[in-house]
C-alpha cells in the first residue's frame, strides 16, 4: 500500500468523561499523517492522572479520525487546565486546552474552550 507523503494537518478536540478524558485526533489535510503522537496534561489539584500520551501505530489518512482514552483515571479538586497536543512527523503541533471545576472525577463548568490551535514548531 503506497501512502501520499507530504505535510498535513491534525485537528484535536478534547472530550471530559467522568473518571478519563477522550481525545479525538482528526487528519485535516490532503495526505496521511505518519507516526502521530499525543499527550495529555492536567494542571490543577489533581491526585492522580495528571500525564498521559501514547502513539498511533498506523498512519492516519486524510479525513480519517481516531479516538484515544487517557487510560487513566483523574481525581481531583478546584480549577483545572486540560491541555492535549498531537502531532506526527509529517504534520505539525496541535493543542487543544479547556478549563473547568474539577468535582473528585466530574469536570463541571468547562469554559474557555479551545477546540484546536495550530502550532508550526515541534515541542
Known sequence: ?????GTT???????????TLLLLIKNVG??????????MIIHGFVLFGKNTSGF????????QEILYSSN?????????EITATAWADN?????????????LWFLHKVWSI???IINEGRN
Open 91 to 103: 504534520a505539525p503541533v496541535t493543542t487543544a486546552k479547556i478549563n473547568g471545576i474539577l468535582i
Open 30 to 39: 490532503n495526505t496521511a499523517a505518519i507516526n502521530v503522537k499525543w499527550n
Open 72 to 80: 487513566k483515571p483523574f481525581i481531583g479538586l478546584g480549577r483545572i
Open 56 to 63: 498511533s501505530p498506523k498512519p492516519l489518512l486524510s479525513e
Open 9 to 19: 494537518t491534525l485537528s484535536t478536540i478534547i472530550q471530559p468523561q467522568p473518571f
Open 114 to 116: 479551545n477546540p484546536c
Open 1 to 5: 500500500l503506497m501512502l501520499p507523503y
